[in-house]
T-cell receptor
Framework: NAGVTQTPKFQVLKTGQSMTLQCAQD?????MYWYRQDPGMGLRLIYY???????DKGEVPNGYNVSRLNKREFSLRLESAAPSQTSVYFC?????????????FGPGTRLTVL | SQKIEQNSEALNIQEGKTATLTCNYT??????LQWYRQDPGRGPVFLLL?????KEKRKERLKVTFDTTLKQSLFHITASQPADSATYLC?????????FGAGTRLTVKP
């Protein structure tokens, strides 16, 4: 079991470029999440998907879009990157599609926007 | 706004002592709180969940309490070891999302 995997591990973008962060889980979880982590701010939820076919906004959704491609995969897209989106991005998954579940996190993607 | 705060950014203790980390929340009464451990360069790893009707929960050397009157959770590591050095995060449900504290970086010195 690989758990939650994320690609890429590191990325440098120029302002205005676009990119997609990929996430996959092999634990047959219903729910998946995208967070960003900034120094002194803790983890903040960007978007989540309680089940295949549904997505909802979290605390900081502006500038991002997501796709729940199937039960395993949940991608995060930056259409026009800005320096304020420099952060470490974590994908997570959980069992029953509610926030009462334990979340299992991926290793993170460190993104720098110049 | 609904906040979750971890009072100490960093905590240094001597090996063998008990580490106590604090998590406070405001303006919302969560149904449960979760605690995670995060090592540098890695994603958080779940440790314990405590529900609002539970006063205390234990797992090996870890103990978590939940005081709904004080709006506070305490996380204890007894007989601490250098390997316990990490950042510890608390998190609470918030209707349709999760809110995490900024974390407390614990250093256990031999």
């Amino acid at each position: 079991n690989a758990g939650v995997t994320q690609t890429p591990k590191f990325q440098v973008l120029k302002t205005g470029q676009s990119m997609t962060l990929q996430c996959a889980q092999d634990m047959n979880h219903n729910s998946m999440y995208w967070y960003r982590q900034d120094p002194g701010m803790g983890l903040r939820l960007i978007y989540y998907s309680a089940s295949e076919g549904t997505t909802d906004k979290g605390e900081v959704p502006n500038g991002y879009n997501v796709s729940r491609l199937n039960k395993r995969e949940f991608s995060l897209r930056l259409e026009s990157a800005a320096p304020s989106q420099t952060s470490v991005y974590f994908c997570a998954s959980g069992g029953a599609g509610s926030f009462t579940d334990t979340q299992y996190f991926g290793p993170g993607t460190r993104l720098t926007v110049l | 706004s609904q906040k979750i705060e971890q009072n100490s950014e960093a905590l240094n203790i001597q090996e063998g002592k008990t580490a106590t980390l604090t998590c406070n929340y405001t303006n919302y009464s969560p149904a449960y709180l979760q605690w995670y451990r995060q090592d540098p360069g890695r994603g958080p790893v779940f440790l314990l969940l405590i529900r609002e009707n539970e006063k205390e929960k234990r797992k090996e050397r870890l103990k978590v309490t939940f005081d709904t009157t004080l709006k506070q959770s305490l996380f204890h590591i007894t007989a601490s070891q250098p390997a316990d050095s990490a950042t510890y995060l608390c998190a609470r449900d918030n209707n349709n999302d999760m809110r995490f504290g900024a974390g407390t970086r614990l250093t256990v010195k031999p």
